[in-house]
């Protein structure tokens, strides 16, 4: 673990010019002060943290690291964990991107819980142990020290493409988020198992990569207004691009929900206030299942690594009825 003695060599400076920056003192130069505090927090060193966890080992803080600010579903799931965690005495420390790693330390957090689709499977791999138990929520890893808690993508998906195919439609296009996530490939495979099984074709060539956002929802709309004959349902990966593609159609003079169907996943308040049919996630249950969990892991000291699947139900909305 770095220390004073590392800073100072990287500083080219006495530790005690670092321990008078880290202490306010005034004996030393602004400039000097503002480069040893950006080592240290470049290299994550806290004295404070560490000093007051060295004596515990016990942080009992939180960790729960994300990547995307756009998606306002993560708001209800930091809400559920910060609920359950603060009735337990633990604090919540949120983190995004690569600098998460230096937090995921058992001097600094208790543990850790993961929604972040940029960060590498190895980086979970590797922190995890008996010390340091990992929840994540957005896929599964094969190690004991870790627990998955999952949407169950599949069934609600293939429920709501049957009741379409159901009402007589029978041309889709797909609109996937980030291909390698666990989301877009368990609910693109419910999505064409649902068509296979009723006979109708799919192929490649009617699926449209996204990102989750709503700006690849508006190009997918407008690729489709191009493509002769045009879909009569679009099914979208998450409410954001479902509603990207919306304001295109609309914006081009389709009457959405009767020239043209759409459909998102997640049921956040995008789709609430804009009529999407869409299947509702709930995200608040979700994250305080994952404090709950990971709670219950750091404080009995056995891992319980069971892959556990939250339900989720379809919302039918004035986008895409079931009935025409």
Same mark, same amino acid.
């Given at each position: 673990?770095?220390?004073?003695?590392?800073?100072?060599?990287?500083?080219?400076?006495?530790?005690?010019?670092?321990?008078?920056?880290?202490?306010?003192?005034? &004996?030393?130069?602004?400039?000097?002060?503002?480069?040893?505090?950006?080592?240290?927090?470049?290299?994550?060193? *806290?004295? *404070?943290?560490? %000093?007051?966890?060295?004596?515990?080992? &016990?942080?009992?803080?939180?960790?729960?690291?994300?990547?995307?600010?756009?998606?306002?579903?993560?708001?209800?799931?930091?809400?559920?964990?910060?609920?359950?965690?603060?009735?337990?005495?633990?604090?919540?420390?949120?983190?995004?991107?690569?600098?998460?790693?230096?937090?995921?330390?058992?001097?600094?957090?208790?543990?850790?819980?993961?929604?972040?689709?940029?960060?590498?499977?190895?980086?979970?791999?590797?922190? %995890?142990?008996? /010390?340091?138990?990992?929840?994540?929520?957005?896929?599964?890893?094969?190690?004991?020290?870790?627990?998955?808690? =999952?949407?169950? *993508?599949?069934?609600?998906?293939?429920?709501?493409?049957?009741?379409?195919? #159901?009402? #007589?439609?029978?041309?889709?296009?797909? =609109? #996937?988020?980030?291909?390698?996530?666990?989301?877009?490939?368990?609910?693109?495979?419910?999505?064409?198992?649902?068509?296979?099984?009723?006979?109708?074709?799919?192929?490649?060539?009617?699926?449209?990569?996204? *990102?989750?956002?709503?700006?690849?929802?508006?190009?997918?709309?407008?690729?489709?207004?191009?493509?002769?004959?045009?879909?009569?349902? =679009?099914?979208?990966? /998450?409410?954001?691009?479902?509603?990207?593609?919306?304001?295109?159609?609309?914006?081009?003079?389709?009457?959405?929900?009767?020239?043209? =169907?759409?459909?998102?996943?997640?049921?956040?308040?995008?789709?609430?206030? /804009?009529?999407?049919?869409?299947?509702?996630?709930?995200?608040?249950?979700?994250?305080?299942?994952?404090?709950?969990?990971?709670?219950?892991?750091?404080?009995?000291?056995?891992? &319980?690594?069971?892959?556990?699947?939250? &339900?989720?139900?379809?919302?039918?909305?004035?986008?895409?009825?079931?009935?025409?």
């Amino acid at each position: 673990m770095i220390g004073v003695k590392e800073i100072a060599s990287i500083a080219g400076v006495s530790p005690a010019t670092v321990s008078n920056a880290l202490n306010g003192k005034a &004996n030393i130069s602004e400039e000097t002060k503002e480069r040893i505090l950006a080592i240290c927090n470049e290299k994550g060193y *806290n004295p *404070n943290l560490y %000093a007051k966890n060295l004596k515990t080992r &016990n942080p009992k803080t939180i960790l729960f690291t994300f990547s995307d600010f756009d998606r306002t579903f993560y708001l209800d799931i930091i809400h559920g964990i910060h609920d359950y965690v603060e009735s337990h005495d633990y604090d919540l420390l949120i983190c995004t991107g690569r600098s998460c790693e230096k937090y995921m330390d058992p001097f600094i957090t208790s543990g850790c819980i993961a929604l972040d689709g940029k960060l590498d499977s190895t980086i979970l791999d590797r922190h %995890a142990n008996r /010390n340091y138990p990992i929840v994540i929520l957005d896929r599964i890893i094969d190690n004991s020290h870790i627990k998955s808690i =999952l949407v169950n *993508n599949y069934a609600p998906m293939h429920s709501m493409i049957s009741r379409l195919i #159901g009402a #007589g439609y029978r041309r889709f296009s797909f =609109l #996937g988020g980030m291909e390698n996530t666990s989301d877009n490939k368990e609910r693109y495979q419910a999505f064409l198992d649902a068509l296979n099984e009723n006979g109708i074709r799919f192929t490649r060539d009617r699926y449209i990569s996204g *990102n989750w956002h709503e700006e690849s929802g508006r190009r997918a709309a407008q690729i489709l207004l191009l493509t002769m004959p045009r879909p009569e349902v =679009l099914v979208c990966a /998450n409410d954001n691009m479902a509603l990207g593609a919306i304001e295109v159609f609309k914006d081009n003079g389709l009457v959405v929900g009767k020239d043209i =169907l759409v459909t998102g996943f997640d049921n956040n308040s995008i789709a609430c206030y /804009n009529g999407i049919t869409t299947i509702d996630i709930p995200d608040y249950e979700r994250g305080y299942l994952a404090a709950q969990a990971l709670v219950g892991n750091i404080e009995s000291g056995e891992m &319980n690594s069971e892959v556990f699947r939250i &339900n989720a139900k379809i919302i039918e909305r004035d986008s895409a009825r079931f009935s025409k």
